[in-house]
């Protein structure tokens, strides 16, 4: 799994039996990307009308070898061979998402025939497209994993990813019940984007700039205008959305903001849009669980506990998975929903007509 933040190409090796949903992590390592990579990437996804065909083609097979190389490094740190792993569930990296275009898509680059070929093992691949086919979004697909994973019958559990977009998973106690799942906005995207403008690290860590600056209420009212936070579900987004330019957009109307208050806001912005979106769901039997890369924002967890003041917030770690490891656990588990001829979306999440089994495989 390499999400929208770029912050490495994380992996997992997953043990799943075939007559349960339940999963074992047996390992898990993220490996940085080569320093080139991201900046190809960064830039296809800043500047779409001005895509090589050469470079973008030449970037989904170096994709493909990079994330086949993390595949490999994993195995070998385990002493595990090929043959014993059933398939490799790869999401790809997102470079432009569009569920909404006339001829919706969504484009994943990490070319899975390369990641076959290099690693010997069966790869399943291009998980998006299926769901958009049945007339869903496509994203987010996690919530399936979700509720396999994490439903409980004693509470009511909301999974909350904070990638570099958010998204959400309602887990009611009644499993008859439509799981409900959307990308929230932004999530660590803009706030890795505007740290990196002024810092020579990859990302706020435990949010501490940003925790010593002031959030300026005018500018973020401002952005919560945004007409994505009050659309209705199914809905999800990305990087060519909640992008630079869309900062711009706002930042440009006020002169007199301190790169670190911008910092602050920015902050505020994920836990708010996050907090608004779960508000009207809050029962009093509602704890709510954080995964991926925000787990470790201290202040954002601060600033989304003070907005959702009558909530147990903890980690996935105190369901047993690492907040590090989900989503690479979850495309491990939509890869074997694949082989075994399963569905992988949930069309009450996604908006999509049909059930319907995700992905292309790719033989080893």
């Known amino acids: 799994m390499s999400g929208t933040s770029l912050d490495g190409i994380d992996v997992a090796l997953v043990e799943k039996r075939s007559d349960t949903d339940s999963i074992a992590l047996i390992a898990a390592n993220t490996m940085p990307f080569p320093a080139g990579l991201v900046k190809q990437i960064k830039h296809f996804s800043a500047y ?97 994993f979700h509720h396999a994973l994490f439903h409980s019958v004693d509470e009511q559990r909301i999974i909350v990813n904070i990638g570099g977009i958010s998204n959400i998973t309602l887990l009611s106690r ?29 990302f706020d860590e435990n949010g501490q700039w940003a925790a010593a600056g002031k959030v300026n209420p005018t500018l973020l009212d401002d952005m919560l205008s945004e007409p994505y936070f009050s659309q209705i579900a199914p809905k999800s987004t ?34 708010h849009t996050i907090a608004l979106s779960i508000q009207t769901y809050i029962t009093t039997d509602t704890v709510l669980y954080i995964c991926g890369g925000g787990a470790h924002n201290a202040y954002l967890l601060a600033l989304l506990q003070k907005a959702l003041p009558t909530l147990l917030i903890k980690t996935t770690e105190a369901l047993g998975l690492s907040p590090d490891s989900v989503e690479a656990c979850a495309f491990a588990w939509l890869a074997a929903q694949t082989m075994a001829n399963k569905p992988g979306n949930l069309p009450s999440v996604t908006g999509a007509t049909d059930s319907v089994v995700l992905g292309g495989i790719y033989p080893a």
Do not use: C
């Open 174 to 202: 009644d499993a008859e019940r439509a799981v409900i799942g959307f990308d929230t906005g932004p999530g660590n995207g803009l706030l890795d984007s505007w740290y990196q403008q002024h810092h020579t690290g990859n």
């Open 238 to 271: 990305g990087k060519e959305y909640f992008n630079q330019a869309w900062l711009n957009h706002y930042l440009n109307k006020y002169n007199d903001i301190s790169n670190q208050d911008i910092q602050t806001t920015l902050t505020a912005l994920t836990a």
């Open 48 to 144: 779409p009308d001005n895509v090589n065909l050469i470079d973008l083609g030449a970037l989904n097979i170096a994709l493909g070898e990079a994330f086949a190389d993390a595949v490999q490094r994993l195995l070998e740190t385990q002493s595990i061979s090929a043959e014993h792993i059933h398939a490799i569930g790869s999401h790809g990296q997102t470079l432009f998402h569009a569920p909404d275009h006339d001829f919706p898509f969504s484009m994943q680059l990490g070319e899975p025939s390369v990641i076959a070929q290099r690693t010997g093992i069966t790869t399943v691949a291009d998980f998006r497209q299926r769901d958009l086919a049945a007339g869903g979004q496509g994203a987010p697909l996690v919530p399936a």
